[in-house]
């Protein structure tokens, strides 16, 4: 009877119901095994933040539960949270070298020591605690990404990751169909797959793809030839500079992330690169145009990056020229469309040729399309599916896949983060919810911005600022300075003398009736001050700035 | 000899590098015609900003010279600026019956009495000042748009706002290529022509395609049906409201622009609604679920749209049942793509089943692609090329595409917003450059938000605000009160009440030391505190709060 009760158990903790900041937390009697713990970007209304991260709350309340971390690849939403993670526990990390390199790199920015990094490979089995955890290759838009079979006494879970299936990949390393097949053939309990790209019939083409379209565009061009790229993609860096050197050109590198990675992965021999071919961004000049490969960061528009400073002739080194040819090897992430555009327009007015998302085969993405998906479930044969990784309209659209390919729909969950889904060899059930949901960090801070700092921060952005400040005496209630008006992000003070003296009349009648009622309440005094000032400036510009009435006492 | 001098030149002043914002000016001799004034809508970084309009400076300079406004067609980024304009200048405005109804409507609401519109229908021939108008039928998303032929001694200018060739249209309106055939055997010496979509090959699909998905899905639909859509887009309305007429399911309209729009359309009989086919939202639950259809804004996920409160569970009147069918006839505008995902999530939530743009035949655009660009210039056979309405790039690639059919080089203008492009019968050059820009409308105001007023919100947004008040003796220069620290926007003031009475010492200690040394300048002392401050403040939070020093003086 005892063995029928056992269970496992699914948290997921961030990446349901959105794209980023992926965690899922596994548990088995006091045994919990993290697998991802990554961050994701501000949402517009988050004024100031500059990263969110899964609220792992129960991760710490938990915290001699847990077992380990499996990071299943290197890029920032599997892996960007975990500096904040081992910050508060130090739990064993287990990840591919790259993976690991690109952490170890995160760490050490943080001042992070003493981190416990264990290297795993393809077809590794590890003992975590009570878990048999089996790592499995899969293709990616990054090397090193590994799929995981986490074995348990109630059954087999396969988190799949983020993978797509590449007949021809760069390195050579097929998708393991092998290791899937067989799991599926011995029985696997739940199956945790990709949602990403639920919405694109077909297969997702291969990343062979680009480098022929890369060889077209370096063939054609007759100028200097520029790339974009993300930098972690190493596979596509491999072939940017393959075909660099193809044509002949020397390839400088700029942007502080390309360089990095660049770096981690030469030196780890994900990259090959001949030495002599580098050049430094400083010397571009000195080479002839057609001789010149420029690899710099600023796929997504981002104001910062080499190519978007390139673009408006605000970087140290280079500059965009007549008849460079410029490619954008990337899609843009949802919400970067507009930057993206910018730096496609500003790149035509310095006179470049641009190749980007329009063009065909410049990009193909590192997410399974629909087929690749149902491949995925029919290698595996899950008992229950957990579709992961993506927008609730994903998730659904992924369950409903699973659903055409046999799975009966009881068995099948799209859930949120945060819910506890238990699993017998028999049934699956929802059965609670733990604390989940997004940290948000600014700064040093984590945490400290909450509603009432964004709220502020909303309406000082939309309506701006007008300070009032007024010294009253402590004996009489009279006014002995004041009042003053200070205004910030509300309208243009020089153009608005009159309104503000104006103001500034209000107050003092306000101030003139309180005195006559002997009200001496600040409270009062300072609410009638903003209701009053609210009313006129709401009436004469139609907006409402924040108004912070500030009364001191002599 | 005076015969060759004469020239007519073209000034754009909105939707060249952009889209949006539409306004170009035709100027010969001492007359100006200006066709579109239209708005745009804020770039992220205008925080706060309600509108965009173009600077029309130039237009005011020479007021004198203005004989009148052509409004192509109805749409927000071509009749949206007129009120304002108008109440600056009240000339004459040209435009089709439904284009003036809605001019109309937003003359009214913004109070503005006593335009001159005179309304004008395709094949028109108008003498407007030295100009002899033609109004020319062409389709778009909108009823009502024309193109324009300006006949001047010069030469033929030809503006082809903007359109599509649908040769299935809905109101059986082809468009008129006997016209644009007839200019071209006569002679034309400038096409403008409209590049939104010039990065799409082939043919955009007939509206009517629409219709069809619309049927299909329908017939399908077991529960009520919810359709948003653009509200002037009244083909695509006309084709929801007979496909529920066909299934028997009656209407409600649900959105103030939807209804406003509609009763508009109604009227002038530009839609065909049987009266007794509407009801009222409120009775929308007496009907059997397969017999509603609702009609609804909100295709952009604008926050107070009827659709995204729907899907928020936040609407007075309706919310999503499980079994609704939503269908999103519409593609996100660039900027909205996340607003939109959002809602569709929302609903998916809900458990409604969502059509949405990852499904063909839901939504057609109402711009030409490749094919119908080059048919345009084939039919009009222009000396000179100036594409119009687009991003720098889109310019760029349609410019391209003109060369590609022939017109050399030397003849095609990319020009920007400001420029003025003077043609002679024998040549094109651009001369100079006038005033031009953006307007930023923020509740009454119009142009009083600048660079500093959103500079200062920027870091307001960003970073909170910090304000320090003092009340010094104006003999001693002694602290007299405070001083006081209130911050807004920078941190959560309850869990940090140690960071801030750390930063009041700093001030004390600040104010001591200007003491000491008997300085009493107060920009001085301010700066001091300022720099004090901002310091600790980063050191301690990596956050740079907008720092507010006030003085007082008794």
Request: charged share 25%; net charge negative; hydrophobic share 40%.
């Amino acid at each position: 009877m005892a063995e029928t009760e056992e269970k496992v158990s699914l948290i997921p903790l961030g990446g349901l119901g959105e794209i980023g900041k992926n965690m899922m937390a596994v548990k088995y009697q006091n045994n919990i095994l993290i697998i991802d713990c990554g961050l994701t970007f501000p949402e517009e209304e988050m004024l100031g933040v500059d990263i969110v991260i899964p609220d792992y709350t129960y991760v710490l309340e938990n915290r001699q539960m847990v077992r380990g971390v499996i990071a299943t690849h290197g890029h920032e939403d599997h892996i960007g949270a975990l500096p904040y993670l081992l910050k508060d526990i130090n739990v064993p990390v287990y990840g591919g070298r790259l993976t690991l390199a690109l952490l170890q790199a995160k760490l050490k920015e943080q001042g992070i020591n003493g981190a416990k990094l264990h290297q795993v490979k393809p077809r590794d089995v590890l003992k975590i605690g009570p878990f048999r955890v089996e790592f499995i290759h899969v293709n990616h838009s990054i090397a090193d990404t590994m799929a995981v079979a986490i074995h348990t006494p109630v059954g087999t879970l396969v988190h799949a990751s983020d993978f797509k299936i590449d007949h021809t990949p760069v390195d050579g390393e097929v998708f393991d169909f092998y290791k899937f097949a067989q799991l599926g053939e011995k029985g696997v309990l739940v199956l945790m797959s990709d949602s990403t790209n639920v919405e694109r019939p077909g297969y997702t083409p291969s990343e062979r793809v680009v480098g022929e379209t890369l060889d077209k565009v370096f063939r054609q061009a007759k100028g200097r030839v520029i790339v974009a790229s993300f930098a972690t993609n190493v596979h596509r860096i491999q072939q940017i500079i393959a075909t660099g050197l193809k044509y002949n050109r020397k390839i400088a590198i700029v942007g502080r992330s390309m360089l990095n990675v660049v770096n981690i992965a030469m030196e780890l021999g994900y990259l090959d690169v001949p030495k002599d071919a580098l050049v430094e961004p400083g010397m571009v000049a000195s080479f002839p145009k057609e001789r010149v490969l420029i690899l710099a960061t600023g796929s997504q528009g981002e104001p910062m990056s080499a190519l978007t400073r390139m673009a408006r002739s605000d970087h140290r080194q280079l500059e965009i020229q007549p008849g460079d040819t410029v490619v954008i090897s990337a899609l843009p992430i949802p919400g970067n469309e507009k930057l993206v555009a910018k730096t496609i327009d500003q790149l035509f007015k310095q006179g470049a040729d641009v190749y980007h998302e329009a063009m065909e085969g410049v990009h193909v993405s590192g997410h399974a399309s629909q087929e690749e998906l149902k491949l995925m479930i029919n290698l595996v044969k899950p008992k229950f599916f957990v579709p992961i990784h993506g927008e609730y309209r994903m998730l659904i659209k992924h369950a409903r896949l699973a659903e055409e390919l046999g799975i009966p729909a009881e068995n099948i969950f799209v859930a949120e983060n945060g819910q506890i889904l238990e699993f017998t060899p028999e049934k699956g059930t929802i059965t609670g919810r733990v604390t989940s949901g997004a940290l948000l960090v600014d700064g040093l801070g984590v945490g400290d911005v909450g509603n009432i700092v964004l709220r502020d921060r909303k309406q000082l952005a939309q309506e701006g600022l007008l300070i009032v400040v007024v010294t009253l005496s402590k004996e009489t209630g009279n006014i002995m300075a004041g009042p003053d008006i200070i205004s910030r992000g509300f309208v243009y003070v020089r153009e608005s003398e009159e309104l503000l003296e104006e103001a500034k009349e209000k107050v003092n009648q306000v101030l003139d009736w309180c005195l006559e009622r002997k009200i001496t309440d600040w409270a009062t005094i300072k609410g009638s001050i903003r209701e009053v000032l609210s009313k006129f400036l709401y009436g004469k510009t139609r907006r409402r700035p924040m108004i912070l009435p500030v009364i001191m006492e002599v």
